[in-house]
């Protein structure tokens, strides 16, 4: 990667509402926590706030960052602002702490740090919610839809944007956001346990298998890949589906397969261990992610490492960042949400699983694009736009190894 440019950014402090070690912890905080991993190799001090959890601890130091947790999935917010509140006064768990730049992660609801540091923030958004926040309630899906497409949006008009995908980007611009504030930097992705062979034709189960690396939440819509074995045991009787993660929604998911009757034909592996996870997926033959909404799909990237090609819905979104369609992947359905396609969604799955010719070839161009993906870039690139905020600029467009492109020519003033 070559040395990065010299450090301005001494220290950050990065606010999410969830860890990597929290139960519903995902691909967002997996971002974040790598982001700050590869900061505080390169000297910068960094502290992340976040929220408790059963049997995590209030504080500790994790791949150089220090974690400070309190409050649960809504009082995390508050919490937080008191905790900067009572820091800048010299008590409490972020008393010391003195950042240059702050990471203010957007789930749909920010943390509205602008109000309590007089520093530049850096609003993460992984992508917009609208499709999601049905499932919090209706009152709550419209409180949280109107703070994240106008609240926020007003609040952090003079603040810079982050985000994974050039979608989401796009998403942002339509709500308001100006495009000169809005710098993409996409994920990247662990090497392979060394404990665990690179998938490959030796490593493939000898039946037609698939699988699915997500959260069990709703809008994962997991129900889609059990309706297309379903709909396939018939015509390819060995099928089988490995479900390769946790969530909430498990039962129901649990639930939903004895209904179609297809207890012998699903394998829920939970949450595992780094090497198994990638174990199941080298033995994949295809990889499917029906999920209503990604910001990326990290999970693209992580099957691909193993040559295995991913089949998802266009109207995700982040998947056409992830998917270079009939290349690396296939995307079905139209653009909307509304174009939920199970049928394609299982054709295309059907289609690749009875063809090996064509499986290979988006498999091994998945391989190949997976390598371009790394944390250190990521981390690097991120590296570049808090920089830049440092120093009164915006930061725009596609950033990676070599710096921010483009960069906005005029500086601002919101926080001087």
């Known amino acids: 990667m070559g040395k990065w440019v010299k450090q301005a950014v001494r220290e950050v402090l990065l606010l999410c509402w969830r860890d990597t070690g929290h139960p519903q912890g995902g691909g967002s905080e997996r971002y974040l926590e790598q982001v700050g ?6 000297g910068v001090r960094v502290t992340l706030r976040t929220a408790s959890y059963p049997g995590a601890p209030a504080e500790e130091i994790v791949n150089g960052i220090r974690i400070s947790r309190g409050g649960g999935r809504l009082s995390v917010y508050p919490r937080a602002l008191a905790a900067i509140a009572a820091g800048r006064l010299g008590i409490g768990p972020l008393k010391g702490i003195a950042p240059d730049a702050v990471i203010d992660t957007q789930n749909g609801i920010p943390f509205f740090s602008r109000v309590a540091f007089g520093v530049p923030v850096t609003l ?32 952090h008009r003079r603040n810079q944007y982050l985000t994974v995908s050039l979608p989401s980007a796009d998403e942002l611009i339509a709500l308001g956001v100006d495009r000169e504030r809005i710098a993409v ?15 490959d034709e030796s490593t493939r189960t000898a039946h037609p298998s698939l699988s699915v690396l997500s ?24 099928i089988h589906l490995d479900v390769i993660g946790g969530g909430w929604w498990e039962q129901n998911l649990r639930d939903y397969v004895s209904e179609l009757g297809i207890e012998h034909y699903v394998t829920f592996h939970g949450h595992v261990e780094e090497a198994r996870k990638h174990e199941l997926l080298g033995r994949s033959w295809v990889h499917v992610l029906p999920s209503r909404k990604e910001g990326w799909g990290l999970a693209v990237v992580e099957a691909a490492q193993h040559g295995v090609p991913t089949v998802g819905y266009r109207s995700s979104k982040g998947l056409t960042d992830s998917i270079i369609d009939g290349v690396t992947g296939v995307l ?18 059907s289609e690749l699983l009875l063809d090996a010719e064509a499986r290979t070839r988006l498999g091994e161009k998945a391989r190949v694009r997976a390598g371009e993906f790394s944390w250190e870039q990521c981390a690097q690139g991120v590296y ?22 483009p960069q906005s020519d005029s500086a601002h003033d919101s926080y001087r």
């Open 37 to 42: 991993a590869g900061l505080a190799r390169r």
């Open 124 to 155: 993460l958004v992984h992508h917009c919610h609208r499709e999601q926040w049905p499932v919090a309630g209706p009152l709550m899906a419209k409180l949280g839809w109107w703070l994240e497409s106008t609240v926020s949006p007003r609040v």
């Open 185 to 199: 930097v996409r994920n990247g992705a662990d090497e392979i346990p060394l404990s665990v062979r690179e998938g």
């Open 215 to 238: 959260r069990l939440v709703p809008h994962k819509q997991i129900e889609d890949a059990l309706d297309i074995v379903a709909a396939l045991r018939g015509r390819i009787p060995d």
């Open 332 to 349: 079905v359905g139209g653009q909307s949400v509304e174009d939920r396609d199970v049928a394609g969604l299982t054709t295309a799955v």
């Open 384 to 405: 570049y736009v808090l920089d830049a905020t440092t120093r009164g600029n915006w930061s725009s467009g596609l950033v990676g190894s070599a710096g921010v492109v």
